[in-house]
C-alpha cells in the first residue's frame, strides 16, 4: 500500500505501493488461446497507480503468457504452429516412466510453454494467474 512519507528536507514523497491479485481461468482443451486483457484491464485500474510496473506470471510450467493481436485467423494460426512445432505423444522422455516420475504424459505441454516463453496450456484444467503491480 503506498503512502505518503517525508524527505529530509520535510518536503511530503509517495511511497512504492505494491499490489498483488490471483486470478484463475479454466481452459477447456489441450491447446488454448485466452484472452485475458481484460482481467488484467480491470487488476491495474483498481490498484490506483498512476505509474509503474505490472507484471503477469502464470503459476503453471504447461502455461504460456504471451502479448498479441486476439484475432481469430491469427489466434488459429499459433494454434497451428505450436501443434505442428511440438506434436503429442512424440516419444518424449518426460512421457516414459523409465526416464521420469511424470504420469501425466504432458511432454508436449511443457514443450509448447517454452517455445511461448511462459497462451498455450494442456487442459482442461483450472489455471491461476499471478498479477503485480509496484508504483505510486
Known sequence: M???ARDEGGKAVETLKVVRKTFTMLSENHTQ??????????IMLSADVKEGILLVNSLHTTCALFVNEFQGA?????KTMIQSLV?????????DPRYS?????????HLRAAL???SVA???RPRNIDV?????
Not at 74 to 78: A, M, Q, R, S
Not at 87 to 95: F, I, K, L, S
Request: charged share 30%; net charge negative.
Open 2 to 4: 503506498a503512502g505518503r
Open 87 to 95: 506434436t503429442e505423444n512424440n516419444g518424449y522422455r518426460h512421457d
Open 74 to 78: 491469427l489466434i488459429e494460426d499459433v
Open 122 to 124: 494442456d487442459g482442461p
Open 33 to 42: 488461446v485466452l484472452d485475458i486483457t481484460k482481467q488484467i484491464r480491470d
Open 116 to 118: 511461448l516463453g511462459r
Open 101 to 109: 516420475d511424470c504420469e501425466r504424459g504432458n511432454a508436449h505441454s
Open 132 to 136: 503485480q503491480i509496484m508504483g505510486v
